[in-house]
């Protein structure tokens, strides 16, 4: 079923902010998990976690943020004739979760440092501005957990995703995966 024409392909920036934000969610999972279930103590290589996590997170929303930009402006490739409606319509909205959720957790995040007290430096560069500082524990608890909630949710996504793309590649046989290759 190969074309080998462009436009059963995402357009080549899209292509490479994909790979780009899996490897950095990638990264954001194990500096994130490392943090939760491996105690790194206090100190030095605990702050770098935290630093990298947060400064990484802020970075996947600004390439999403270029990645809809984009989206918007240039043509998906059409899913191959014959898939079937509900697979269609769960591609769109896993998708579209996974948009928001990349979005929000970011944000969440940066919420959540800053009610800790923590302000982000976003690679030691300079401090994302927030308008809100440290507040009262519960409240700051409350947020770690919501963040915590929202990287199981993300990481259910991108779990029902890569399952999309083993459907498309293993049982329906039809070259789907071209279209991020």
């Not at 300079?126 to 993300?154: I, K, N």
């Amino acid at each position: 079923m190969r074309s080998g024409r462009p436009s059963d392909r995402y357009h080549p920036l899209l292509r490479w902010l994909h790979w780009l934000t899996a490897l950095l969610i990638l990264g954001m999972f194990v500096a994130g998990g490392w943090i939760v279930y491996f105690d790194p103590g206090d100190g030095p290589f605990k702050e770098r976690l935290y630093w990298l996590h947060e400064s990484t997170g802020m970075t996947i929303w600004l390439l999403v943020l270029l990645r809809i930009v984009l989206r918007a402006a240039t043509r998906a490739p059409a899913l191959p004739l014959g898939t079937p409606r509900p697979v269609r319509v769960l591609a769109a909205l896993n998708q579209l979760a996974l948009y928001l959720l990349l979005l929000a957790q970011p944000l969440i995040g940066l919420a959540d440092a800053n009610a800790w007290g923590a302000p982000l430096h976003w690679y030691g560069l300079f401090e994302v501005p927030w308008p809100y500082g440290r507040s009262p524990e519960a409240e700051a608890r409350a947020l770690s957990d919501l963040h915590w909630y929202g990287a199981a949710v993300l990481l259910a996504l991108l779990g029902l995703h890569v399952c999309g793309a083993l459907y498309h590649a293993l049982l329906r046989r039809d070259d789907v995966l071209r279209h991020m290759a």
